[in-house]
């Protein structure tokens, strides 16, 4: 009952139907009477004014029955908690009014509970009982309560401070304060990088690849774009497959007997090829039709301007895309071996392995005469042609500037006689003179032979 009224005015009456002692409900009222500066703040006050009190108002004092099982003190408030201590205090008869006849020490332990409870319910949590102010609440007309007026109807506690008490020492452990985080200050998404336009056409100077997958290079000392390939079988299928062209049957083919004219084609040279190989087996003219063809379609496709056109290199251009200095000699005949002992690959000879490819030892397959002199030691995986670009590139990054086919020229070799340039050496010569960056090979446009294709460069006469 107390427990259930701390936080407002309790009758009396409740207390004494609650079985609560008489003596404690008069100890109580008598303290209520007192101002709050008055009343006794500690246990040994307390005692004192018990004792003070006459003995028939504390000799009625017997144990109450047992207190029902309270909630832990950790999960109720302050106030509750003080009155639920109080509650589980073992009340205790009072001692006799005299001294025990044995002359032993009076029996406090009883009064120092009472006195306990007693302060506990004035100043415990925080709050004492006010007298005062239940009289205030009864004479205002809101009073509604339905007590008989001869009974003391409520208790009102009030929050008031704790008594002041001497600190025990007390060690505390803090906790380290955590060091101040950083502020973070949101920033503003970059703007969008504006994405460069789509180049459907080339450049000067800036690489290039056509819509047949054909790739240009610049090169140094020319303003035209080199093919970093030959032209490969895949590119002239397109070329026949778009116009029907037909180069003719007119290729010699290699056999145990030597050179002959067997009916081959660019389709059949007498070996095996793939669409990656280069063409062979195709003229000059063969040549010069495919990159017309390929300057039209390019036009069509708006992927090369009027002023755009693909060819064969010339003489000069080649001996650029090569690397070779300048050249003496006013004709391809006269500088034809002009700079011995320069190779694509440099100076050394026979060529290092993965040079290109060559008639090194593996070109013996049964399908040549007896007499088949190769480069001793040398091996590049490849009996006739290679796919292109299956060796190292030069600086410019173009690729079989020496070795697997004779690239045709645009030029003559000679200017009173109709030969065609060919640069480059081919999967059939072994010699050093050969294989010379400076060698030129004079042949006639319309010759076709399994060791001679061709590669493109792209011009235009506005660069």
């Known amino acids: 009952t107390i427990v259930g009224h701390l936080s407002k005015p309790p009758p009396l009456d409740d207390l004494r139907t609650a079985k609560v002692p008489e003596s404690f409900i008069a100890l109580l009222a008598h303290l209520l009477e007192k101002s709050p500066a008055d009343r006794p703040a500690a246990p040994a006050a307390l005692l004192e004014e018990i004792e003070r009190l006459p003995r028939a108002a504390v000799s009625s004092v017997s144990a109450p029955p047992p207190a029902p099982q309270s909630p832990p003190l950790s999960s109720v408030p302050l106030t509750t908690a003080a009155a639920v201590v109080a509650a589980q205090i073992p009340a205790q008869p009072f001692p006799p009014a005299s001294p025990p006849a044995t002359g032993k020490k009076e029996n406090r332990h009883p009064l120092l509970a009472l006195a306990l409870l007693v302060l506990l319910l004035l100043v415990g949590g925080g709050g004492i009982v006010s007298w005062q102010t239940w009289q205030r609440q009864k004479a205002s007309p809101q009073h509604t309560d339905s007590t008989p007026a001869a009974t003391p109807e409520a208790i009102v506690i009030h929050p008031t401070p704790a008594p002041t008490a001497t600190p025990l020492p ?255 050496g081919s999967w059939r010569n072994n010699t050093p003179e050969s294989l010379l960056s400076s060698k030129r090979e004079d042949n006639p446009p319309d010759s076709q032979d399994p060791i001679v294709g061709f590669r493109c460069v792209l011009d235009d006469t506005t660069w």
């Not at 003219?285 to 301007?305: S, V």
Request: glycine share 12%; proline share 13%; charged share 20%.
């Open 170 to 424: 007390v060690s505390i452990a803090l906790a380290p304060t955590p060091p101040p985080q950083p502020t973070i200050t949101p920033t503003l998404a970059p703007p969008p990088i504006p994405l460069p336009s789509i180049i459907r056409q080339p450049r000067p100077g800036q690489p290039w690849q056509n819509g047949l997958g054909m790739k240009f290079v610049p090169i140094a000392g020319s303003r035209v774009l080199f093919s970093i390939w030959e032209t490969r079988v895949r590119d002239f299928e397109a070329f026949v497959a778009a116009t029907g062209f037909d180069p003719g049957n007119g290729m010699v083919t290699l056999a145990v007997d030597g050179w002959k004219q067997r009916g081959g084609n660019w389709r059949n040279p007498g070996f095996s090829q793939t669409a990656l190989h280069p063409v062979v087996g195709v003229n000059w003219d063969n040549a010069n039709a495919f990159c017309a063809w390929l300057t039209q379609h390019e036009q069509a496709a708006d992927r090369l301007p009027a002023s755009g056109v693909y060819r064969l290199p010339t003489d000069l251009e080649w001996s650029a895309a090569v690397g070779l200095p300048q050249e003496l000699g006013s004709t391809p005949q006269q500088r034809s071996g002009g700079v011995p002992g320069v190779y694509p690959w440099g100076r050394q000879w026979p060529p290092p392995q993965g040079a290109g490819n060559f008639r090194g030892e593996e070109s013996r397959i049964g399908q040549e005469p007896a007499k088949w002199d190769m480069i001793p030691g040398y091996r590049d995986g490849f009996p006739r042609t290679a796919p292109v670009g299956s060796f190292a590139p030069n600086r410019f990054g173009i690729y079989d500037l020496s070795g697997n086919v004779w690239e045709w020229c645009a030029d003559r070799f000679r200017p009173d006689k109709s030969e065609r340039v060919l640069r480059g």
